[in-house]
């Protein structure tokens, strides 16, 4: 699970932006703070200076910006730039750093409607798909699940597997009332009481209203080893099917750990007790062959890769190389790459 910031007040969304009546205006580390003009470009009105804005005055003006929101000088403007995510119409649409990014489908679970993708939905995707969300949104093809024009919630029911255990697990919310397992799209909307339990003790918002900072990818030696935020990260043992060696662990693989095992696949992969499965040191790729359940069906079941010629089911480790043409048929239409790539 991502890092978690302060928590804010849920925004109210309508067609035109309604904002929170808590902002975080942050604090006063900017060059022009204490100054008398608010310098961040978030805001709009007479209250503002006449100076060029910078991005780096972000929440960096605080006692400025707010002494002139408070008067009635500013407002805060449709799609504000901010540190962390692109904002439209008062949504926060994240960033594009998801796999499916950029494939004119929304990915992100807050959303539904439409524009979405008929494919599962991943906790890995909340925040990161902001042009494919963003572009929907304004389409009028999405909508946030569960979130009224007035901004109440619709927590939903009880009836997920998780339900009542103290912890929140709808991956719509963030913050330190949430479980700290992966999260699931049947748990959206049906953890109702611990979701309003701790959405009311102030420990949890609603994604994109509470900061949660990108993690980067850790890159070693020109490999793409992700981040940390998969179950089993930091265990010793690599997870991530896109390696095979030594240092990989003896349980079964999964999608979700793909790119989410980073320290450790490293860490093994630097000692050199593992390799890129099925990649030469030219970069020549061994699809494999067709000996898998779902061969020859027009879209790609390997793990190893990502990209809009990929299946919409889930991904098995059975199927890994075993899926050869049509891997390589997408592969080479440019419909596929290798994950991390």
Not at 32 to 61: H, K, Q, V, Y
Not at 133 to 147: D, I, K, N, S
Not at 253 to 271: E, G, M, N, P, S
Not at 294 to 323: H, V
């Amino acid at each position: 699970m991502r890092i978690l910031g302060l928590l804010g007040v849920v925004a109210c969304i309508s067609a035109s932006p309604v904002w929170a009546q808590s902002i975080d205006f942050g604090d006063d580390s900017g060059s022009w703070s204490n100054d008398g003009e608010c310098d961040d470009p978030r805001f709009e009105g007479p209250g503002m200076t006449s100076t060029p804005l910078l991005d780096e005055d972000i929440r960096a003006d605080a006692t400025d910006c707010r002494k002139a929101f408070d008067a009635g000088l500013i407002t805060l403007r449709a799609n504000a730039p901010q540190a962390d995510g692109l904002v439209v119409a008062g949504v926060n649409f994240g960033n594009d750093n998801g796999q499916w990014a950029n494939d004119g489908e929304c990915d992100d679970a807050r959303f539904e409607g439409a524009g979405m993708t008929s494919t599962p939905l991943l906790q890995d995707d909340v925040l990161r798909d902001a042009t494919d969300c963003a572009t929907a949104f304004q389409a009028g093809r999405l909508a946030l699940r569960g979130v009224a024009a007035d901004g109440t919630i619709d927590f939903g029911n009880d009836d997920g597997d998780w339900a009542n255990d103290g912890e929140c697990d709808d991956m719509r919310f963030a913050g330190p009332g949430m479980t700290t397992t992966p999260l699931l799209q049947d748990d959206i909307m049906r953890d109702a009481t611990d979701c309003r339990t701790a959405f009311e003790a102030g420990l949890l918002g609603l994604a994109g209203d509470v900061a949660v900072p990108d993690v980067p990818d850790l890159i070693v030696a020109g490999v793409n080893f992700g981040n940390d935020l998969g179950q089993w990260s930091n265990d010793g043992e690599c997870d991530d099917a896109r390696f095979e060696g030594a240092g990989m662990t003896t349980t079964p693989l999964l999608q979700d750990d793909v790119l989410r095992d980073a320290t450790d696949c490293a860490t093994a992969f630097q000692a050199g007790r593992l390799s890129l499965r099925g990649v030469a040191k030219d970069g020549s790729i061994d699809f494999g062959d067709d000996s898998g359940e779902w061969s020859n069906d027009g879209e790609c079941d390997d793990m190893r890769f990502a990209g809009p010629g990929m299946t919409s089911t889930p991904l098995l480790q059975d199927d890994i190389m075993r899926d050869a043409t049509d891997c390589r048929d997408a592969f080479n239409a440019g419909q596929l790459t290798l994950a991390g790539q």
